[in-house]
């Protein structure tokens, strides 16, 4: 699915790189056009590289002397966002005016177009405005109205951006990205889990949590009401459909699965828990006064194991192996051990990283015997062909 974002010169616009991003994690392409002025608001560096793809801004580029092809940009877009949309876009898009990339490329959309005004409430208010909105309405755009409450002004009214989530969902139904986890509760743990040693140290890993907030969102963009259990991590989800709760330890993260567990149709285990903890934490910072240390460790409960061991009939459990040698024997041995519905192995080639990386490469095993490659693609694309498996074994 691909979108097209154009971001005209409101205040609002600090509000978008937030929304790119929610596309991006639930598989979505996005290109961006901006209008001269809105460079003022937002930053095209931050608009490119959130997109992964250049911003379109002038008819032109002065630079490389190639022309930007609004053509070609209406027949690549699935649906084009005009978000914020300010009033003087409104009345351009109303007359068929065509001074700025933009607006040449909404006269040459073949799909759907979307816009999301925001102004001041005297400005909203304005019967111009109003009929503007009206007659592109009648001409077939969508308009997500906009919110109450306070504005760049400093007044409150009728006039600002809704937040990314509300536009993120309004736009999702029409990039038909599919509801097909509607009214399914679903458990995703993510990241690293740390395990003190004393009040400042810890043991811990790599890990990001970036596949488990992929998953999270794809879920959640298809209609999922997710429960996401992370350890330390700085990624955050502003998904209104995904609630996280935030851990620190195996045993918090044990803790909070145990709690949920009995409420949920589908647990994915993408956390990269620590087997081990120190087994006495100290409780005062230990002070190197010898030579050598050791720290005598206890095993971790094994969440998935649990999941697997307390599933009903209709509960599902996908876990993640992480494998250096024997990866495929090794991965079903955990499928059958921890009593799971599907593992998903990390690929991992010599000289790559797994973790923190922005890409990835999985496996799928699971009990019926199939399995299926996913060749390298980002952590977005992955947590997609993830989601899209589980509808198979769900069944
Ligand atoms: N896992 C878990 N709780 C643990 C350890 C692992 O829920 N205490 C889950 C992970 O989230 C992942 C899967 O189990 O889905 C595989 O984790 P991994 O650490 O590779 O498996 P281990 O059983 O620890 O096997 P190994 O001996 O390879 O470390």
């Given at each position: 699915m691909r979108i097209l974002i154009g971001i005209t010169a409101g205040i609002a616009a600090y509000k978008i790189p937030l929304l790119i991003r929610m596309f991006i994690n639930a598989g979505v392409e996005v290109r961006c056009i901006m209008t001269s002025d809105a460079k003022d608001f937002v930053s095209p560096l931050v608009i490119s590289t959130l997109s992964k793809n250049p911003v379109g801004i002038a008819f032109w580029n002065k630079e490389t002397g190639e022309w930007n092809n609004h053509v070609e940009y209406g027949e690549w877009a699935d649906v084009l966002l005009i978000a914020p949309c300010t009033a003087n876009t409104l009345s351009k898009m109303v007359s068929g005016a065509c001074d700025n990339l933009l607006l040449a490329v909404y006269l040459s959309m073949r799909n759907k177009t979307i816009v999301s005004p925001a102004m001041d409430l005297e400005m909203y208010q304005h019967p111009t405005v109003k009929r503007n909105i009206s007659v592109l309405i009648a001409d077939g755009v969508h308009v997500i109205p906009p919110d109450h409450g306070e504005l760049a002004s400093g007044l409150s009214g009728e006039g600002r951006l809704p937040e990314p989530a509300f536009i993120f969902e309004e736009v999702v139904k029409y990039l038909s990205l599919g509801q097909d986890f509607l009214n399914t509760q679903v458990l995703v743990t993510a990241g690293p889990t740390y395990e003190a040693i004393d009040p400042v140290r810890f043991i811990g890993n790599h890990a990001s949590g970036k596949m488990g907030f992929a998953l999270a969102e794809n879920f959640a963009a298809?209609?999922?009401?997710?429960?996401?259990?992370?350890?330390?991590?700085?990624?955050?989800?502003?998904?209104?459909?995904?609630?996280?709760?935030?851990?620190?330890?195996?045993?918090?993260?044990?803790?909070?699965?145990?709690?949920?567990?009995?409420?949920?149709?589908?647990?994915?285990?993408?956390?990269?828990?620590?087997?081990?903890?120190?087994?006495h934490p100290a409780e005062e910072k230990i002070k190197k006064t010898n030579e050598a240390l050791s720290i005598e460790l206890i095993k971790n409960p094994d969440i998935l194991a649990w999941a697997g061991k307390?599933?009903?009939?209709?509960?599902?459990?996908?876990?993640?192996?992480?494998?250096?040698?024997?990866?495929?024997?090794?991965?079903?041995?955990?499928?059958?051990?921890?009593?799971?519905?599907?593992?998903?192995?990390?690929?991992?080639?010599?000289?790559?990283?797994?973790?923190?990386?922005?890409?990835?490469?999985?496996?799928?095993?699971?009990?019926?015997?199939?399995?299926?490659?996913?060749?390298?693609?980002?952590?977005?694309?992955?947590?997609?062909?993830?989601?899209?498996?589980?509808?198979?074994?769900?069944l």
């Open positions: 298809r209609g999922a009401s997710v429960t996401l259990i992370t350890g330390p991590t700085v990624l955050r989800t502003e998904h209104k459909r995904v609630q996280t709760i935030h851990v620190t330890s195996a045993a918090e993260m044990f803790e909070a699965v145990q709690r949920h567990w009995l409420d949920m149709d589908l647990g994915v285990f993408s956390a990269a828990v620590a087997d081990y903890r120190p087994i307390h599933k009903t009939a209709t509960q599902r459990t996908i876990g993640f192996a992480l494998e250096t040698n024997n990866a495929v024997e090794n991965a079903m041995e955990k499928l059958s051990r921890k009593h799971a519905d599907a593992i998903v192995l990390n690929v991992i080639e010599e000289n790559e990283k797994c973790f923190n990386s922005d890409t990835n490469k999985v496996r799928i095993f699971d009990v019926n015997g199939l399995s299926l490659e996913l060749p390298t693609a980002s952590k977005a694309k992955i947590a997609q062909g993830i989601v899209d498996y589980i509808t198979r074994i769900r």
